[in-house]
């Protein structure tokens, strides 16, 4: 299979996506027959006992996708080899919570049997002091192990917040993908998607608050594939440094080593649970959970974009710069600690209303907020909030309708069978993904930023098709679909503006994983493709004319919650006439 056509990326994401979801549900049974719970303690973020094997689903997902997608060879062998022992040791480390020593022991195998049967390393790490390159020689082996031993033990230790290790690792593994599709490392490319789609099919029951944890057995993995790309890379690529490999995964490595530097001044084992990482830190200044996610996985995606940015510059610019900025990141949360920064939480709760709460952190509203707050006790304000939220539902349904009519009237461009077949997934998907979401839970759970993301995918999808469509043959379906989306953009202004969904400007952790990924492939990637400029224009223009209408659908979903049926089986029979009218 040639990995290198985005529909077949398409296909390996939406097969692992799908593996995960299923083998989740699976592997939470196992957990509450072995008795792999996790029972709140004082350093838990949790109230309820959570099954924590979620980790297995996601390993047996991506060594599924591996033996399918990769040749079946020695790279292959010691990447399974290592794998299996780390998983093993973090199963358990669930079940009957070994010692730390006993984990690093497993960690140790696992590092050292796929250096050894690989025979990847990392030979030098560059020149980072500005004094000439730092050849490792016969010590290569040895610090690729302690490399990856410490990839596991950060990610590891960053699995403290539902979402957390796995949105982190999901970005790192997109930019470690990226750097794969530079250097044409197929095999690395492949275990980058995999990665990718085994997270996200985890991260619908893992989003706050967690249904299944991913325990040991998912965090280890997850440090363990991210070093093997990281160690693989430096080997595949002379060109690329490993200070810039490096930066991709800077946070939670520079976090588990202040936290364990910060725990030996104070006389106290490395390995001694505490409150003190960056994510405990954040939550210290009072910031909701999902908020901390949030920021956590903002700082993962502006380390990788400064490793594309750098990429290309000295090594000791390079460390300069991932010191830098990672010092400035971790003394920012200390200075805020340090003044006393209290985060109120009824700020955060009145900005998802649409109420303003700037007085509850101590500012004061300027003259410009003071005449919008009297404009907004006036008649006619009051007369546009009621007939704005009288016709949300009539003008979200059009809005939606016309979003599906090109699928239906417009010409398609013919697709291939593994386009034809990820639409196929990706209506399967949606439907899976909002499930819950629609008939369990109201909107204010833990699922409505599974929803928002899976639609935003759906939308993007069809507006990708039609704009592609346009490239190829005459079509009315591009000028349409930007008009629709400038209605759109109206009506959610006003909408934000005269009513109470200024909520919808803020951000779960799932959605901004989505749109960084969906927004990642356009404005980056693409750049370094030899493709069109009509084709790059079309996919950047699907990703800006999505926007209206998500935020059309998100302000239709706060107003009925979980009465959102109309919303998903219109899309999800979008995506199926397009896939259906492309293969007729």
């Keep these: 299979m040639t990995v290198y056509s985005f529909d077949s990326i398409g296909l390996i994401l939406f097969t692992t996506i799908f593996l995960s979801i299923l083998l989740v549900s699976v592997t939470s049974h196992l957990a509450h027959k072995v008795g792999a719970i996790d029972i709140p303690n004082s350093r838990s973020s949790h109230a309820t006992p959570t099954p924590r094997m979620g980790g297995l689903a996601m390993s047996l997902s991506l060594v599924i996708a591996c033996i399918i997608y990769l040749p079946h060879d020695s790279f292959l062998l010691a990447f399974l080899s290592g794998l299996f022992v780390v998983v093993v040791t973090g199963a358990i480390d669930d079940v009957a919570e070994i010692s730390p020593r006993w984990k690093f022991v497993g960690q140790g195998v696992a590092a050292t049997l796929f250096v050894y049967l690989s025979g990847l390393k990392i030979e030098h790490v560059g020149d980072i002091m500005g004094l000439g390159n730092i050849e490792l020689g016969n010590a290569s082996g040895a610090f690729s192990v302690f490399c990856m031993v410490g990839g596991m033990n950060a990610f590891n230790l960053s699995d403290g917040l539902d979402g957390l290790a796995g949105g982190m690792a999901a970005i790192a593994a997109v930019f470690f993908g990226y750097f794969a ?41 997850l440090g363990y594939v991210l070093a093997v790309l990281l160690v693989a890379l430096s080997q595949s690529a002379p060109t690329l440094p490993v200070t810039a490999l490096a930066m991709v995964v800077t946070l939670p490595l520079l976090d588990t080593l202040l936290v364990m530097t910060r725990r030996v001044c104070h006389r106290h084992s490395p390995f001694l649970p505490d409150r003190t990482h960056l994510h405990h830190r954040l939550l210290s200044l009072h910031l909701p959970h999902p908020a901390v996610v949030v920021i956590m996985y903002g700082l993962m995606i502006i380390f990788g974009l400064l490793a594309i ?34 985060y109120d939480r009824r700020l955060y709760n009145r900005q998802i209303q649409g109420v303003s709460g700037l007085q509850h952190v101590g500012f004061s509203r300027s003259g410009k907020e003071r005449r919008i707050g009297t404009f907004r006790q006036t008649k006619f304000f009051r007369h546009m909030a009621v007939w704005m939220r009288a016709t949300a539902r009539p003008i979200g349904i059009s809005i939606l309708v016309a979003l599906l009519i090109p699928a239906m009237l417009a010409p398609l461009p013919v697709l291939n069978a593994d386009k034809i077949l990820s639409l196929f997934l990706l209506s399967g998907l949606l439907a899976v993904f909002s499930w819950k979401s629609t008939s369990a839970y109201k909107i204010t759970s833990a699922y409505k930023g599974v929803l928002y993301g899976s639609m935003y995918l759906a939308i993007f999808a069809l507006l990708l098709i039609y704009q592609l469509s346009a490239t190829q043959m005459t079509s009315w379906s591009a000028t349409y679909s930007s008009l629709v989306a ?81 919303i998903r089986i219109p899309l999800i029979f979008g995506l199926l006439v397009v896939a259906v009218r492309s293969w007729l």
Aim: charge should be negative; proline fraction near 3%; aromatic fraction near 18%.
């Design 181 to 221: 599709w530079l250097v044409q490392g197929h095999a690395l490319l492949i275990i980058a998607i995999s990665l990718l789609g085994v997270i996200v099919g985890f991260l619908r029951e893992n989003n706050y608050p967690a249904k299944v944890f991913m325990g040991d057995s998912g965090s280890l993995m």
């Design 309 to 342: 940015a750098l990429k290309d510059q000295p090594d000791w610019e390079i460390f300069l710069a991932l010191m830098g900025f990672g010092l400035l990141v971790f003394a920012g949360v200390s200075g805020l600690q340090y003044v006393g920064f209290n």
């Design 486 to 566: 400038a209605f759109a953009w109206c009506w959610a202004i006003f909408e934000w503006f005269f009513s109470k969904y200024t909520g919808i400007a803020f951000t779960s952790g799932f959605e901004l994983l989505m749109l960084f990924v969906s927004w990642f492939v356009p404005f980056v990637v693409l750049e370094d493709l030899n493709l069109s400029a009509h084709v790059v224009h079309a996919v950047q223009h699907a990703c800006l004319l999505s926007v209206p209408f998500f935020l059309a659908m998100k302000i239709n979903i706060r107003i009925y919650g979980g009465h959102n049926h109309w």
